[in-house]
């Protein structure tokens, strides 16, 4: 029964074993004692419940990010990546209940043990998404915020953040080498750094078609910075003084 219950809670974030407090339906609570249940199971069954929760609140963000056509393209490259590794947990679990079917007598210990990894995982990738919630991160700022997460000793998170941080350089990876190879801005959401300015003067470049259009950065270009003009106007004025040959 135990071991039926936890499964369930693995995936759903709730069990037979949870009631529901009546001011806020959100909020699960165990039931405190439990006649055919010992207290030690309890616990590691709210462990595992809690691993559950976890999985529910990362799935509910993915769904949101793909009903939400405003989402960015570095927001939906994370969220492909997360899911991968949604799936890989719900394997695990799939394997599990395979184990509990064959070996009845495996206890709720096994469950946990087996899905250490996820107790040290699921709560940083929860606090993650809700960082880049709560501050409505876009483009490379997300690149950012990842980064500072796999600064970290542990391997196995380390290692997760590194996954998402490389699906989310793609995206950067391809909109940088649009531009240098094709000349064209792939940025449909507005992410990147580089944009298109269409109000160029163009009688100044001595263009006569108005529509003309190009890049711009918000970093100063350096060919027009004032020392470098200054260095050519003293190139100009050392080659007029300069004594011709004979």
């Known amino acids: 029964m135990a071991l ?3 499964l ?3 995936q759903t974030g709730c069990s037979g ?4 407090k009546q001011d806020d339906p959100h909020f699960k609570r165990r039931l405190p004692t439990i006649p055919y249940v010992h207290q030690g199971e309890l616990e590691i069954l709210d462990r595992l419940t ?8 990362l799935d509910e963000f993915i769904q949101n990010i793909f009903r939400d056509k405003t989402s960015g393209l570095y927001i939906l490259s994370f969220v492909f990546e997360l899911r991968s ?3 890989s947990y719900l394997q695990c679990l799939s394997q599990l209940e395979h184990e509990c079917l064959i070996d009845t007598s495996l206890t709720l210990s096994h469950l946990l043990i087996s899905l250490t990894d996820y107790t040290i995982l699921f709560p940083a990738l929860v606090s993650l998404i809700n960082k880049l919630q709560s501050n409505n991160y876009r483009g490379c700022q997300i690149l950012d915020v990842i980064r500072r997460c796999t600064l970290d000793g542990n391997t196995i998170l380390s290692s997760t953040m590194k996954q998402l941080l490389s699906a989310c350089h793609r995206i950067l990876i391809k909109q940088i080498t649009s531009i240098l190879t094709r000349g064209q801005v792939y940025d449909e959401y507005a992410e990147f750094f580089i944009g298109l300015n269409n109000s160029v003067n163009v009688e100044a470049m001595g263009l006569a078609t108005p529509s003309v259009s190009r890049m711009t950065s918000a970093i100063p270009s350096r060919s027009h910075s004032p020392d ?3 260095q050519m106007t003293l190139q100009v004025l050392l080659l007029k003084i300069r004594p011709e040959k004979i």
Do not use: S, V
């Open 50 to 57: 809690q691993i559950g929760q976890h999985y529910r609140t």
């Open 8 to 10: 369930i809670a693995l």
């Open 17 to 20: 074993l949870l009631t529901l």
């Open 85 to 87: 590794i949604l799936q």
């Open 4 to 6: 039926h219950e936890a």
């Open 228 to 230: 470098r003009d200054r």
